[in-house]
Every structure is written in C-alpha cells, then in structure tokens.
C-alpha cells in the first residue's frame, strides 16, 4: 500500500521581528501557562503537515468567526471581544512580545471568546474554512515604507487573494492606518481582490467606526502628527 506524502511546506519569506529584546518573568509566565489554552489548534507545518482544517464549530459553537491580522498589544480585540461575547475572534500576531502583552490582558479580561495563533498569518489562512469568516481587522499594519519593500504589505496579491475566498459575500474588512501611500495601496488592490470601498463622505474615512477603541499605535501616530484612515470594505 503506498502511502500519500503531506504537502510540503510552500517556500516563502516573512519579514519583520518575531520577539524583543526581553520578555518579563510575568510575560513570560503568561506564554508558558496561558498560550496553550488559547490556541485555535495546530497551525503552523511543523504541527499540521497534512494540513488538517480548523473546526471552527468546535472553538465557537456556531457564533461567528472574526479575524485580527496583527493585534499588536491586544487592546483592541479584547475590547472587541467584550462589546461581542457572541462572536468568536482569533488573532493572529507573529510578535511574541505582543502575544505575551495580550496574554496579561486576557488575564484580566476573562475574555472565553478569543483565540490566538502566534504565527504567520499566510498559515492560518490555509487551514481556514472558505465563507468563513465575517469580519477581519487590519489595523496599523507595518507600513514597510520603502518602495522596494511595498510587496512585503498586506495589501498585496500574496495575503489579499488568500484572504478574499474565507470571507461570504457581505463580510467586512476594516483597515486603519496613518501612512498615506498605504491608504492608496489599499484603495487599489483590495477592490482588485473582490472588495467594494464603502466611503460615501469624507467622515467615512476620517471618523473612527462607531466601536473603536484608540490602540498605542494610533496614540504613537497622533503624537507625531499622522493622520490616521479607517477604510471599511465589503466582499463582493
């Protein structure tokens, strides 16, 4: 009988930082103790070489499924998590100084809603079910400003094609960001991958949504004098 090799893991790059310089005895408590417990399940190749797809039905039940790309410190998807005790969230975040800093406020927050893959993004979205997820947030995401280094955004073809077919007609993509030529990038690629741009008036893209919560990075942005765009978009 011969038997099926599991695909092998595809060739590709990431880019960024993947830990600090120092994590604290209490971060670091949090990443041996608490992690485990908030994972959505084996992700990365190493863990799920056949690639075995998430059930989300068993993480959720039958609520609806969100998705923050980079949560960066967490703040906003345990406020999110909160405000929607009916949905289920899963972040995904490959700093793990973050994942450590989200962890403490899980701690706080009792938050049984979330789920946190500590990883590269480009992984999750293999093992997610098509339709599946209802919302997805990306929000001040590494602007990679140098124009050689504009493919590494995630406002690309790689992570918006993958994207586009785990989210059902009408689902809703949020995007903020302070760097100009990021909200043009956006503006024409995300439409391009089957997204409308849901702006009708200037307020649409100048005013936070009803339900934001301001993130360090957006406070970082203000006090260096960047403005900041909330695109909403909705798939097609």
Known sequence: MTRTR??????RNFYGRLKGKHLRDSQKAYLDEDLAGFSPGPVTW???PDRTPLDLRALFGSRPVWLEVGFGGGEHMVH????NPDVGIIGCE???NGVAMLLGKLRAAEAGNIRVHPGDVRDLFELL???SLAKVFVLYPDPWPKTRHHRRRFVTPEYLDALAPLMPVGAELRIATDIPDYVR???EE???????WLAETPADWRDPWDDWISTRYEQKALREGRVPHYLTFRRR
């Open 94 to 96: 490959p700093y793990i």
């Open 190 to 196: 995300v439409p391009r991958a089957g997204f409308d």
């Open 46 to 48: 190493e863990a799920n």
């Open 80 to 83: 999110q998590a909160a405000l």
């Open 6 to 11: 599991p695909p092998e893991a595809p060739r």
């Open 185 to 187: 990038q956006a503006l």
């Open 129 to 131: 079910p098509e339709r």
